[in-house]
């Protein structure tokens, strides 16, 4: 069974650095495209960006290229996202998602992750 | 604002049928077979419901169909029950989006 688990709900300060993480498991995480899609509060769903693990190859939206970094472990089975300096505009729910991909296109996202919410206030 | 266009709000009775939308261009939607949509209920994760337009994954009652026309594709709820009150969402793979686009979702009310 292919299960995504996701590290717990973080609350930090504007400026602050923050890595989240998905722990991958029920599949080979090398061989598949793993990514992250962002839930605002009260608002829909948003990729970020995706990684293959098998080549630490990552591709992000244009909104968020040069704002977060996607990497992967794969001694881990684990994908990560990570901030250097927050914002407080950063508070969502950040969701680890394994898409369906056709040519290095996302198809769709069969599994997603439970959620991680991040809160930066000050 | 969303690349896809989805109304709101719907609602329906129980054992009714209700269509959602979900309007686009031809440079997604209607370019394209890679249309899905995703029920998520309050503090869950999405959790999808069709993929390429009209294939439903394992374990997704049949009541859940969705086709496409042009430009628009619909996620039709048949026979609705209580536990289909949910936001739905739908994507698309889109030209000048190779992660796919998103719309803004519709929330489902079952009466």
């Known amino acids: 069974e292919v299960q995504l688990v996701q590290s717990g709900a973080e609350v930090k300060k504007p400026g602050e650095s923050l890595k989240i993480s998905c722990k991958a498991s029920?599949?080979?995480?090398?061989?598949?495209?793993i990514g992250w899609v962002r839930q605002m509060p009260g608002r829909g769903l948003e990729w970020m960006g995706i990684?293959?693990?098998?080549?630490?190859?990552?591709t992000y939206s244009p909104a968020f290229q040069g704002q977060v970094t996607i990497s992967a472990d794969k001694s881990l089975s684990a994908a990560s996202l990570q901030w250097s300096s927050l914002k407080a505009s950063d508070t969502a729910i950040y969701y680890c998602?394994?898409?369906?991909?056709?040519?290095?296109?996302?198809?769709?996202?069969?599994?997603w992750g439970q959620g991680t919410l991040v809160t930066v206030s000050s | 604002q969303s690349a896809l266009t989805q109304p709101p709000s719907a609602s329906g009775s129980p054992g009714q049928s209700v269509t959602i939308s979900c309007t686009g261009t031809?440079?997604?939607?209607?370019?394209?077979?890679?249309v899905s949509w995703y029920q998520q209920h309050p503090g869950k994760a999405p959790k999808l419901m069709i993929y390429?337009?009209?294939k439903r994954p394992s374990g997704v009652p049949d009541r859940f169909s969705g086709s496409k026309s042009g430009n628009t594709a619909s996620l039709t709820v048949s026979g609705l029950q209580a536990e289909d009150g949910a936001d739905y969402y739908c994507?698309?793979?889109?030209?000048?989006?190779?992660?796919?686009?998103f719309g803004g979702g519709t929330k489902l009310t079952v009466l």
């Open positions: 998602a394994r898409p369906m991909m056709l040519r290095e296109v996302v198809i769709t996202i069969d599994y």
């Open positions: 029920g599949y080979s995480f090398a061989n598949f495209w």
């Open positions: 990684i293959y693990p098998g080549e630490s190859d990552a």
């Open positions: 031809s440079s997604d939607v209607g370019g394209y077979d890679y």
């Open positions: 390429e337009v009209t």
């Open positions: 994507s698309s793979y889109a030209d000048s989006h190779n992660l796919g686009v």
